[in-house]
């Protein structure tokens, strides 16, 4: 626990008890959140199996990196603004970031664009 807020709370009787109460709080919400952070509670993550998968596919053949590029998009396609006569009306966010698998998926495609360019000397720029 910070020394500071032990020096507070022995002379709180000095500076009144409003300061001593604040202090004493604030000392409670430090030590309990030193303990909650010192324990380790595994997040449940149901995905964790298919994210792995996904993390450590191996991409060797040229048609599979092919199909994957042209699969996964390289933007997000949702994200939209609703116009009418000019004025944008509704914005619609990108809704790939919902996607908890997102981040894998992208790794993967990217991780075909390069088994193309650097194992088969392909042009990518087509993905791209």
Same mark, same amino acid.
């Given at each position: =626990?910070?020394?500071?807020? @032990?020096? $507070?709370?022995? $002379?709180?009787?000095? =500076? ?19 303990? $909650? ?26 048609? @599979? ?18 116009? @009418? ?21 992208? =790794?993967?495609?990217?991780?075909? =664009? ?15």
């Amino acid at each position: =626990m910070n020394s500071y807020l @032990l020096d $507070t709370i022995n $002379t709180s009787h000095i =500076m009144g008890s409003n300061l001593s109460k604040l202090a004493r709080l604030l000392a409670t919400r430090i030590m309990s959140r030193e303990t $909650t952070n010192s324990l380790h509670i595994p997040k449940f993550d149901p995905l964790k199996p298919l994210r792995h998968w996904l993390e450590n596919l191996k991409i060797s053949n040229p048609r @599979l990196a092919h199909n994957l590029c042209k699969l996964i998009p390289s933007q997000c396609p949702f994200e939209r603004d609703l116009n @009418l006569f000019g004025r944008t009306l509704v914005h619609i966010p990108p809704m790939c970031k919902l996607n908890p698998l997102y981040e894998e998926v992208v =790794m993967l495609r990217f991780k075909a =664009m390069c088994y193309l360019a650097d194992e088969c000397g392909e042009d990518i720029s087509q993905y791209c």
